[in-house]
């Protein structure tokens, strides 16, 4: 057994272990920022070993757990998320009332169950990585116990969560049953399209879809994603997501491949949902934190059509995007984070004037919510080529017009959020002060946008060398 | 000069404007504007020595760069002109030049307005010469979004409001671009075979064969709408009168006189170059909505009221001779399409900055209201009559020899539509010399006796437009040669695809 396959879980394991032991021995008074800190500190410091593992592929216990550069590719999404999510959530978890040393930890706690599952080879790891996720994002969305709300999301999230995960859990019971195998390879191999068979993978879809929050089970997202902490719905929206897509490609392209006539109708069609009820309902928001939760819905139907291609072309729109779509996710909440902070509301009303008071700011959401729609020349218009140039090819016209028409209809609530910014008169004579952290990470966001958007080939080299790792 | 990237020149003077403004303290005000005429002039002066240094007897692109970019989807950064864009790019960089000086008097925020005004004059200048589809899709969109803002911040509202028409123009033209990018993604998919796929333009357009008849009917169809919305063709024109109407002087000026013609560029370089069989199944349809463009849209600028209005309603008119010509399918109506678009966008330039002029002098644009100014505004007066003759087609005035060339070249094809549309130029000519007559001549009106007449930079757009107005009236030869030349060879590549397809041509009401 090759343990340094393993190195990036175990480093994050022993980081998350001693910032609970830190924040033990700290006093009680004492600011928790320097937890932050380290835990940045820690998770670039694997991001960036990271990247001495291309090349190295393996597997470790048995087949089960498998590093290819797809994994790899995933892993780094995960890495960077979290990273940037910590960077800017100092002065948000300074104003929690307790426990305020576990946020961190939690965090790295969530990251190592979504990096399970971008390594996962079978379905019960597969699970063990869902739920080290899920059962982590419980908490932490109901983390700020001052407010009714996040606790709210909090229960709410856990209850329809779990019964997501049963579904899941029932739909592998029974491909398990029939294939006599967890291992995708093997699954696949057995495979038939016998109606048990297809009633696990129908269990399996509407797990996943949960979490994807695809129409029609979307229905959690808006009010989880208002009620939590802002990082942690940042957080949900990049990694929790990214991290199903992971598990979601080898699932269906390795273990279900064979039943690509069987599921391909199915998901054009939650698809093609999604983008069409994600945008218009968004169009009716007054938060702009249930806003992005229901462009999230649509975002991740653009990142599920590409899976239809079911091939290197598709998965590597798929992997392109969900990049372009993280850095445009942690550019928007950085500044909502930023906002709400300084007039401690997240409605559209607050961001009046924000150009006034912060340029930077403004220009760091306006580019990452005209990104979201995928307007040329920044990153989303390229993602959304790439995914659209792979499903047109394989006869999904259909899908590319619903999706380029849907995502110029989303500019309209987007640039709602820009008008305010823009031209409202600035609500009151504070000053918004960001730190610098905050700043970092916007000017991360903004710059990345832009440079994907008229540059992308490094991006999509990278995507298609993990893209090809499937096949 | 050979080797000089010169059309990169261009575009990063601007770009470096745009950034240099970005950097300027938020209360700059007259540097501010110092600054965005110095780099404009800079960038109009290239742009004329290309004009001048292009060899039109050679023809062909000229000035061509060409980088790899993504190699992967087959993306160059590939920058060229040619007879068909050079006029264009000039057009763009004369208007964006005068629109910068009808915005002197911006005082509010300064700044952020120069920035969106030049981000618009990017996106246009972009697209003209870009050689690649995916460089010019990164730019055609570019102005979307600060126009919005500059309908916002700086509009005025009359019969709607600003809200409203800011939204309107931004809701059509991304929905137009959205049908627009499916039918680039046929487009890309059907013209070369997996391995070989190319955003280059000319690689497509030679191409062009290859893609079945059904295919090309639809991405055309798919075209049709994304930049017929942007050209405001009929039906898609709503979103045209009332965003002119609510924006700023300067930002009504470009995206009348310019950014409308990227549509029609787009229709021209995409849609018939590319896309043979295409076109000529739409042509008939295309002449159509020309007919009703140019017909309904004047009957509309009789009764309006507000002096923009009717130069707005006058300018979607105006598309449609663009539209015939293209729908005409033949050299010489295509030749006086292109040029009839750098005429227009010259003419519509001066005329939104001349109303600009009267009404800041005036404070009104309600043509009622108005009356005499000749007696007390000769300058403006001057200007609003050479504007106004040039739309009517006066002879010696750049209106003029385009406009008879699309119908002479149009009426070969469709005799009936090439009436109907020459009979447009009656009601053009009613209502601009109801314009002229009722705001300009008539009694002295005591109460515009202290309005003090254009001086100074507000000179600027007048003469800047004005001279070549009637430069290119005098020397047609000197646009008309240029277009030529581009269109020729394009033409005669096209021909080579067209045959196959000319069965269809006028098929459907045939």
Known sequence: MNLALLSSEIAIVVLAVLLICFDLFMPHRETRRSLGIVAACGVLAVLVHSFTQYGTVGTVYGDYFVVDHLALFFKQVFLTATLLTILFSFGYVEKFTQNKGEFYALLLFALLGMMIMASAHDLLTVFIGLEIMAVVFYVLVGFDLENIKSSEAGIKYLILGSASSAVLLYGISWIYGFTGSLLFKEVAANMAATPAILMGLGLIVAGFCFKLSIVPFHMWAPDVYEGAPTPITALLAMGSKAAAFAVLLRVFLVAFAGLKLYWAPVLSVLAALSMIVGIVVAIWQSGIKRMLAYSSVAQAGYILSGLLAANAAGVKGMLFYIVLYMVATVGAFAVVVAVEEHSGSDAIAAFSGLAQKSPLLALVMTISLISMAGIPPLAGFAGKLYLFIAIAAQGYLWLVVIGFVMSMISVYYYILVVKAMYTHPVQDDRVLTVNGPLKLVAMVSLLATLFIGIYPEPLAELANAAARALW | ?510
């Open chain 2, 1 to 510: 000069m050979a080797g000089f990237p010169i059309l990169t020149a261009i575009l990063l003077t601007l770009v470096a404007g745009i950034v240099l403004l970005a950097l300027l303290p938020r209360s700059a005000n007259q540097a501010v504007k110092l600054m965005t005429a110095a780099v404009m002039s800079i960038a109009l002066g290239l742009t004329l020595y290309v004009y001048k240094a292009y060899d039109a007897g050679v023809g062909g692109l000229q000035f061509v760069e060409q980088v790899p970019w993504i190699k992967e989807l087959g993306v160059s950064y590939s920058l060229g002109v040619d007879g068909i864009s050079l006029p264009l790019l000039l057009l763009t960089m004369l208007v964006g030049y005068a629109s910068i000086f009808a915005s002197w008097d911006v005082h509010e925020r300064p700044k952020e307005f120069f920035i969106h005004l030049l981000l618009l004059i990017v996106g246009a200048v972009g697209t003209f010469i870009s050689q690649d589809l995916f460089i010019f899709l990164l730019f055609y969109e570019l102005g979307i979004v600060p126009s919005y803002l500059l309908v916002l911040g700086w509009g005025s509202e009359k019969r709607v409001s600003k809200e409203y028409a800011g939204m309107k123009l931004t809701i059509y033209l991304l929905l137009g671009s959205a049908f627009m990018l499916a039918g680039v993604v046929l487009l890309y998919l059907y013209a070369l075979p997996e391995g070989l796929r190319s955003f280059n333009m000319a690689a497509l357009a030679q191409a062009a064969g290859n893609v079945t008849e059904p295919v090309q009917i639809i991405a055309f169809f798919f075209l049709l709408l994304g930049f017929g919305s942007t050209l405001s063709m009929w039906p898609f024109y709503s979103w045209a009168p009332d965003g002119y109407a609510a924006a700023p002087t300067g930002v009504s000026m470009i995206h009348a006189g310019v950014l409308k013609k990227v549509g029609a560029y787009g229709l021209i370089r995409l849609g018939l170059l590319v896309l043979p069989a295409g076109v000529a199944f739409w042509a008939p349809f295309i002449a159509l909505f020309a007919v009703a463009n140019i017909v309904y849209a004047a009957f509309v600028a009789i009764a309006q009221q507000d002096l923009k209005y009717v130069v707005a309603y006058s300018s979607i008119s105006h598309i449609g001779y663009i539209l015939l010509g293209v729908a005409a399918l033949n050299l010489i109506s295509l030749d006086g399409a292109i040029a009839n678009m750098v005429a227009h966008g010259l003419m519509s330039a001066l005329f939104f900055a001349m109303i600009g002029l009267v009404e800041v002098k005036t404070k009104t644009r309600h043509i009622p209201d108005l009356g005499g100014l000749a007696h007390q505004l000769p300058r403006i007066a001057a200007g609003l009559m050479l504007a106004g003759m040039s739309s009517l087609g006066l002879p010696g005035l750049i209106g003029f020899v385009p406009e008879f060339t699309i119908f002479l070249g149009a009426f070969r094809t469709y005799p009936v539509y090439t009436l109907l549309a020459i009979s447009g130029i009656v009601f053009t000519a009613l209502y601009i010399l109801r314009l002229l007559a009722n705001v300009l001549f008539g009694p002295r009106k005591a109460e515009f006796d202290q309005c003090r007449d254009a001086s100074g930079v507000e000179m600027v757009p007048l003469v800047v437009l004005g001279s070549v107005l009637v430069l290119f009236g005098v020397f047609p030869q000197w646009l008309m040669g240029m277009v030529n030349s581009g269109m020729e060879p394009a033409w005669a590549q096209l021909m080579q695809h067209l045959p196959a397809a000319s069965a269809l041509l006028g098929g459907v009401f045939q």
